[in-house]
């Protein structure tokens, strides 16, 4: 074989080899930019679920701070949960983003929460409702009471108004109250120089709402000077809680029956000429009053 030959054979070796090494040397770039490529897309994919977590927790953080309860168990529960969130957030901020079992990890922490989430609005709903029932009971159960009060205090008023009416149409009333001077004799005198008593005489009218039996009763006589001609006994009777002197006293059968009454009151020399009153009292009650004038 000629030295030519062989030169030409050599060449094409040489040129052969190069070609090979050249498709290799492309098959590799080929091969380092594909896996550079889906090594991007792999970090991309893992920062894009790191990011949509983050932003899940972060709303699930303000969904659990949004839950409203006057719970204190649940309350501090619900704080609790919050400070998970925050620990997962700052992990998740130092990890490199090349790790899907670390994703994955975190996926399912967020789903658990999730669930948590939902568990606590089924319960804090629950007890809300249960709330709003028993406040609408307790709004019944007052109204109810209310009512109660109310009706009671009405009966109340209307046991007091007929107490009222009973006690007024069971007082005595008297009619016709006449004040004279007497004589010795008993006659009536025009003129004070020889009276020797005052007589008092009135009616206590029918009255079959009145209590019977002893009823005692007391006139008040003033003067034009307005002092009191007093008792002999200057004794005092009770009238709405205060004590009053009285200028005589009597005791009297009542059968629910008119009865004519007189009272006397013996001259202990006071008597002056000039208009008086005399007022007359039963238990309690102001029965009548007049006034008259002595010569």
């Keep these: 074989m000629s030295k030519k030959l062989i030169e030409n054979k050599k ?4 040129v052969t080899s190069l070609g090979i090494l050249g498709v290799l040397l492309l098959v590799l770039i080929t091969i380092f930019i594909m896996v550079k490529i889906e090594n991007k897309r792999y970090v991309d994919e893992i920062t894009a679920e790191k990011d949509s977590l983050q932003s899940e927790l972060t709303v ?7 839950l409203e309860t006057d719970n204190d168990s649940l309350k ?9 969130i925050k620990l997962i957030l700052e992990k998740m901020r130092i990890f490199r983003n090349n790790s899907y079992a670390e994703i994955s990890r975190y996926k399912k922490q967020v789903n658990t929460l999730k669930t ?18 028993l406040t609408a009971e307790n709004i019944k159960v007052k109204k109810q009471m209310f009512w109660a009060k109310d ?40 003129k004070i120089r020889k009276a020797v008593k005052l007589k008092a005489t009135f009616t ?57 009454v007189a009272i006397f009151w013996n001259n202990d020399k006071t008597l002056v000429k000039g208009m008086y009153k005399a007022d007359l009292f039963s238990e309690d009650n102001h029965i009548g009053t007049t006034t008259f004038k002595l010569k």
Aim: glycine share 6%.
């Design 11 to 14: 060449d094409k070796i040489l």
């Design 60 to 66: 699930l953080s303000d969904d659990f701070k949004n």
């Design 76 to 84: 501090v529960q619900l704080a609790g949960e919050q400070d998970k």
């Design 116 to 133: 948590v989430l939902r568990s606590y609005v089924v319960q804090i709903d629950s007890l809300n409702r249960l709330n709003q029932a």
């Design 151 to 190: 009706k009671a205090a009405k009966l109340q008023e209307k046991n007091k108004n007929i107490e009222a009416k009973l006690s007024k149409a069971a007082t005595l009333e008297a009619g016709d109250l006449t004040v004279y001077p007497i004589n010795r004799k008993g006659r009536k005198l025009k």
């Design 204 to 260: 206590l009218q029918k009255n079959i709402t009145a209590k019977r039996g002893v009823r005692k009763l007391y006139i008040r006589i003033t003067r034009p000077d307005e002092s009191l001609l007093l008792a002999a006994d200057k004794g005092k009777f009770k009238f709405q809680g205060t004590e009053l002197d009285y200028t005589a006293t009597r005791n009297v059968e009542y059968e629910g029956e008119q009865l004519e």
